[in-house]
């Protein structure tokens, strides 16, 4: 099944996939926490939102980066900055959509307001493609150095390979 997602007939190393899915979800968790904690906002937000909740919405950033992360890996040239940038800022836009539609669901859930709903996916769908799109590329490029730095120390030769050999 680890196979099936990849694209161009290759499968990605599922390791590395997942490797990387846990670092940028966390990072996607806990760089927000630590501005809103910086300006003094976070009790005030953590308050509204319950452990189910906060919870269930990381478990869905998780998986829904897992899955563009996948993509991405299959997409990219890891052996360029533009190979790997590229393909990153199209599945991070993808993936901030996709977060977005999540979190439209839990608020729809939560206020049952159709137009409010609606409201939020008219604005929120190109900022979110945009800034996905833009953390994407540098969450890309950090992975390539990350990539590359780790293999140096492994003592390995040759360029960072994302795909299953």
Do not use: K
């Amino acid at each position: 099944m680890a196979e099936s997602v990849a694209t161009e007939g290759e499968s990605v190393d599922p390791l590395l996939a997942w490797s990387l899915s846990a670092f940028h979800a966390a990072t996607l968790t806990a760089g927000p926490v630590l501005v809103l904690h910086a300006i003094g906002a976070l009790d005030s937000l953590l308050q509204g939102i319950h452990t189910v909740t906060g919870l269930s919405l990381y478990a869905a950033l998780w998986l829904v980066t897992w899955r563009t992360n996948r993509r991405w890996l299959a997409a990219a040239d890891c052996r360029t900055l533009r190979g790997t940038a590229v393909p990153g800022a199209t599945w991070g836009a993808v993936t901030g959509v996709a977060f977005l539609v999540v979190l439209l669901v839990v608020i729809g859930v939560a206020v049952r307001e159709l137009l409010l709903v609606a409201a939020f996916a008219l604005v929120g769908t190109p900022v979110a493609a945009l800034s996905g799109a833009v953390i994407g590329a540098g969450a890309a490029a950090l992975d390539l150095l990350i990539l590359a730095a780790g293999r140096r120390l492994a003592g390995v030769e040759g360029p960072v390979e994302a795909r299953a050999g």
